[in-house]
C-alpha cells in the first residue's frame, strides 16, 4: 500500500501529485511540471493546476470528515491564477480549512513556485457523504 495519500485517488496518482505533510490544520504537496501537464509554450495548464489543488483539498476534507460520513466530493471550486509555472520546474500547494462542519468544508490553497512566486489561489467546496 502506497504512503502518499493521493495515491488513493487514480487520476491524482497520474498527474504526480505528492503528499509531503497532512493533518487537519494543513494540506502540503507538490507537483513536477512535466511535459504532458502543460500547454504552448512549456507552461503548466490550468486544468493540472486545478487538480492538483483539489487533491490537496480532498485529502484535507478526508481528514477531517465527521464521525460516521463515508467520504467527500468536490461541489465547488473557483481560481484565480496569479502566475506561470514552467516545464521543469515544481510547484508546492498547501491547502487549508476555511471551515468544516457536518455537510461541507471549504478548503484555501495557495500555490506557489519553489522560489515562493504565486502560480493560484483555489477555494473549494467539498460536501460530506
Do not use: Y
Not at 124 to 129: M, W
Amino acid at each position: 500500500m502506497s504512503t502518499n495519500p493521493a495515491d488513493t485517488m487514480p487520476f491524482s496518482k497520474l498527474v504526480g501529485v505528492k503528499i509531503i505533510d497532512a493533518s487537519k490544520e494543513s494540506v502540503t504537496g507538490k507537483l513536477t511540471v512535466r511535459d504532458d501537464l502543460c500547454t504552448t509554450g512549456g507552461i503548466m495548464h490550468g486544468g493540472a493546476i486545478m487538480a492538483f489543488a483539489d487533491a490537496l483539498g480532498a485529502v484535507g476534507a478526508v481528514l477531517t470528515l465527521p464521525e460516521g460520513a463515508a467520504g467527500t466530493t468536490t461541489v465547488e471550486s473557483k481560481t484565480n491564477f496569479l502566475g506561470a509555472a514552467r516545464k521543469a520546474s515544481t510547484v508546492i500547494g498547501i491547502a487549508r480549512p476555511v471551515k468544516t462542519g457536518s455537510r461541507l468544508s471549504v478548503w484555501q490553497t495557495d500555490i506557489r513556485t519553489e522560489d515562493n512566486k504565486p502560480i493560484a489561489l483555489v477555494i473549494q467546496t467539498q460536501l460530506v457523504l
